[in-house]
């Protein structure tokens, strides 16, 4: 299951590498993204600022809770973020537009609908980025019920 999940994750990345937008405003064209990802020198590092994996506890059917995941850039370079998707469709991340700089936080965020998700819940959210791997893994749990 994982192993499908992350060649997903990869199909999406290629596609939306290829797709790219171009940030107006934010100075980081298309080029310049596919180069961040594939050339190591422009690598940097992330660190999570809270953890990877959050427990939301138990949720009302039908509410649509929203789970934030802290980061800050620790490494050298700008901290490019091309692509945010999630395992499933009730659960929808927004993509950060612009880069981050060198010490620079910022925050993922991602909202989960409850409708018809009644039970123990376990999600993922794919960030693919300018690190070392390209795609870091968030979770988060929720026990929904009626």
Known sequence: MKRTFFLI???MTV???NNADQNAG???TGAGINKALQDSG???TIQWMDSTYTNLGVIKEGQVVEVAFRFKNTGSKNLIITDVMAG???TIPEKPAQPYAPGQEGVIKAKFNTENRV???RKEIYVTANTNPNVQTLSFR???EE
Do not use: F, K, P
Request: proline share 0%; aromatic share 4%; glycine share 14%.
């Open 88 to 90: 499933c469709g009730c």
């Open 142 to 144: 929720a026990e929904v």
């Open 42 to 44: 422009n690598y940097t």
């Open 26 to 28: 934010s100075g980081t």
């Open 15 to 17: 596609v939306a590498c």
């Open 9 to 11: 994750a990869v199909i």
């Open 119 to 121: 039970g123990l819940n």
